[in-house]
């Protein structure tokens, strides 16, 4: 429960003092918002808060999922739907409309992300979405976190220290203590006692059965790694699929894809000419990239991601862009006759 004292706009670690009834005022709003990984345990890289009368942050885990943060000075039941809204529309925007929020623009978050990744190990779980800190926490809104995943919920209380100064209290409010899982409710003790040593809250873990004294064990087949198809004509390369090479001019390519398989992070490259680096082969198809990993072909475009987003965004988006260059291209001979 991490306490801060608010002096001359800035928050500086402290003991508790006396709980007051002052509200967060603006100025302790912004500097909230603007300490705000310090204030909460999420791991995030920030790319931009909106520009509007509650601002709202869009910021990315370890994991390449979109996470919206706000503070607000009370929220209740109405607030929080809102909020939660809010969350979703960032989670459903394409990987380039979020990135395109970055200050710097796409080239400067993809540096940013690239140099966010490089300092965190690889296979992070995905953590809340959504992150709320408040003055007042509604009843109602105390009792929705009891069972709701991805949300996070910090009060935030005013004190006033004993030399007179004003101190910041913030504090998780109920964590969720059951889950549903394919419909069935699994109590969180119950999910934690099934984690293997080591192994991080939220992954799944298969449990072997234990070995018999004088059995062999079977051999296990190494399917991460499949050996790419020779053509029968070593001399007639495959082409590159179009799709490939339209995201590598959107993405800038060279840039680094991964795919997340049996709970292991496989990593590729794609180049600048599509074509896609994966264990030292070149692959002119996403879906034979898959199946170089063992992969289902047919969910490649969902399986590899590019800055934490499926590539099937970024083909989208390439998609798009192509369309709407005709239409650019008509105005600009219009308007030069």
Do not use: K
Request: hydrophobic share 45%; proline share 9%; glycine share 8%.
């Amino acid at each position: 429960m991490p306490s801060f004292a608010f002096d001359s706009g800035l928050l500086v670690p402290t003991v508790l003092g006396r709980r007051t009834s002052t509200p967060l005022t603006p100025e302790l709003r912004r500097a909230l918002r603007q300490y705000l990984l310090d204030v909460v345990d999420v791991d995030l890289l920030p790319i931009s808060w909106s520009d509007e009368a509650e601002p709202v942050l869009t910021a990315m885990d370890p994991a390449g999922q979109a996470v919206t943060a706000i503070v607000v000075d009370s929220i209740d039941g109405v607030g929080l739907v809102r909020a939660l809204a809010r969350a979703g529309e960032t989670a459903a925007s394409s990987w380039l409309a979020i990135a395109s929020r970055h200050p710097g623009g796409v080239d400067e978050f993809r540096r940013a992300w690239a140099a966010f990744r490089e300092t965190r190990p690889a296979g992070a779980q995905p953590g809340p979405q959504l992150i709320v800190l408040a003055g007042a926490v509604d009843p109602e809104v105390l009792a929705a976190t009891r069972v709701m995943h991805g949300v996070l919920v910090y009060s935030v209380d005013a004190r006033e220290g004993s030399n007179g100064e004003e101190l910041v209290d913030v504090s998780a409010v109920h964590r969720p203590t059951v889950r549903v899982l394919d419909h069935d409710v699994v109590h969180e003790p119950e999910q934690l006692a099934l984690l293997a040593d080591g192994a991080a809250p939220g992954a799944l873990v298969a449990l072997a059965p234990p070995a018999v004294a004088g059995d062999e064990a079977p051999p296990i087949e190494d399917t991460a790694v499949i050996p790419p198809v020779v053509p029968d004509d070593a001399g007639d390369e495959p082409s590159i699929d179009p799709q490939l090479v339209a995201v590598a001019s959107l993405v800038g390519a060279p840039i680094g894809i991964e795919a997340q398989l049996d709970g292991q992070v496989r990593t590729g490259s794609l180049q600048a000419d599509g074509a896609v680096l994966v264990d030292g082969a070149a692959h002119p198809t996403l879906e034979s990239a898959a199946a170089r990993i063992g992969g289902d072909p047919a969910r490649a475009w969902s399986l590899w991601q590019i800055a934490g987003f499926p590539m099937a965004d970024a083909r989208d988006e390439a998609a798009r862009a192509a369309e709407e260059e005709p239409a650019v291209e008509t105005r600009s001979r219009r308007r030069r006759h």
